[in-house]
């Protein structure tokens, strides 16, 4: 038996540790960020503000702070936001014992940085650590829909002891040694979920919708090889199986955002309604750039994306842009 603490009660947070209940096995505990809305779930057990409906089993327990979380956890799986990882782990830092392992199941790059979330653990502390991706909404896991995913880590071994500890009938784990290519795979569909959000609230057909996708992954799997991915990976769960899901799914977040864009509505506006959930690709566009531009690789969706995002751009103008390049070999 293992002791799993899991950080973060957004919906990602807690259909993990829903999923690690349901596997058995496991001592598993759920620490939210913040006190009140732990408060809510201790007295409700249902997580009403992230991803209601779904009983928490008594067995999972609701930590009072980050300290009493992690102290004598084997496996701390962290699940905020990107941006916020980083004070996350420095505050747990100083408590972590070196044999505690890290798994990072947040989808972005660092903000300034352009740091993958496990080299953002890795300037922190010296501890083990892991990636968790692949195509898999909060609330299909919730459920126990048969979800296959991917955890990773350059240590193989780890990532196969994690997949024997994580895995159920229900949530089917792939082990890779390709970390980077499994976080770049996660961080960057979500851009052109956004692009593919924005040609379905423009009213434009699925051969759009398939363009995007296609150049999407290719500009993906540039950026990812450049930094040191294999091509396989993107080519598996954690690239296009991610691609796919969060392109075509109305769960996803980040296209639900770029539906509204296409329909003429305000980024703020669309920040405003999502209540606090989070929509990585919004922050992770500019950073995919800066990330880009280290690397010399040329990324026209996200460009055309962090236009519509943070410079005004219209939807329309982003399309005409991408379909009037030179031309090019495929
Ligand atoms: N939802 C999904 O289906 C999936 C999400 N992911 C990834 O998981 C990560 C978390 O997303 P998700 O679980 O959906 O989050 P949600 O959008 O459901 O919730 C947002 C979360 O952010 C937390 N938060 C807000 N401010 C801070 C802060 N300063 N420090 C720490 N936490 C903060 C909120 O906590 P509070 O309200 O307590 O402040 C809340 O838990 C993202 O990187 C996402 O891409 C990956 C796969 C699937
Ligand atoms: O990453 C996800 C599923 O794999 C969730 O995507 P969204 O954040 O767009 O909802």
Redesign the pocket.
């Known amino acids: 038996m293992s002791k799993i603490a899991v950080l973060g009660a957004g ?2 947070g807690t259909a993990i540790a829903i999923s690690l209940v349901r596997r058995g096995g496991h001592e598993v505990c759920l620490w939210a960020h913040s006190p009140a809305h732990a408060d809510e779930m201790r007295v409700t057990r249902d997580n009403m503000r992230y991803l209601a409906g779904f009983v928490l089993d008594p067995s999972l327990t609701l930590p009072l702070s980050l300290e009493e979380a992690v102290t004598g956890a084997d496996v701390i799986v962290s699940v905020t936001p990107s941006q916020h990882l980083r004070a996350t782990i420095a505050e747990i830092a100083p408590l972590l014992q070196p044999h505690q392992v890290l798994v990072s199941a947040s ?1 972005g790059i660092e903000d300034d940085s352009h740091l993958r979330m496990s080299q953002v653990m890795q300037s922190i502390t010296g501890n083990p650590v892991a990636t968790l ?6 609330r299909e896991v919730a459920a126990g829909m048969p979800t296959a ?1 991917v955890i990773a880590s350059a240590d193989l071994a780890l990532a196969q002891r994690l997949q024997t500890e994580f895995s159920s009938e229900s949530f089917r784990l792939y082990s890779n040694a390709d970390i980077v290519g499994v976080e770049l795979g ?1 961080a960057l ?2 851009v052109i ?1 956004l692009a593919a959000g924005v040609a379905t609230g423009l009213n434009l057909g699925s051969n759009t919708a398939a363009a995007l996708m296609t150049r999407g992954m290719a500009e993906i799997t540039r950026l990812a090889i450049a930094c040191g991915a294999e091509q396989k990976t993107l080519a598996g769960l954690a690239g296009m199986g ?1 691609l796919v ?2 392109c075509t ?1 109305t ?6 955002v770029g539906v509204e864009l296409g329909k003429g509505r305000k980024l703020p506006e669309i920040i405003e309604s999502l209540n606090g959930k ?4 919004v922050r992770c566009t500019s950073a995919a750039l800066g990330l880009a531009s280290v690397h010399g690789i040329e990324m026209p969706i996200t460009e055309q994306m962090n236009q519509v995002l943070h410079h005004n751009q219209a939807p329309l103008d982003a399309i005409r842009a991408l379909m009037t390049r030179p031309g090019k070999d495929e």
């Open positions: 919906a990602w989808k991706g692949g195509p898999s909404f909060a995913a996660g569909k979500n979920a991610d899901l969060t799914g769960l996803s977040r980040n296209r639900t989070v929509a990585e690709g």
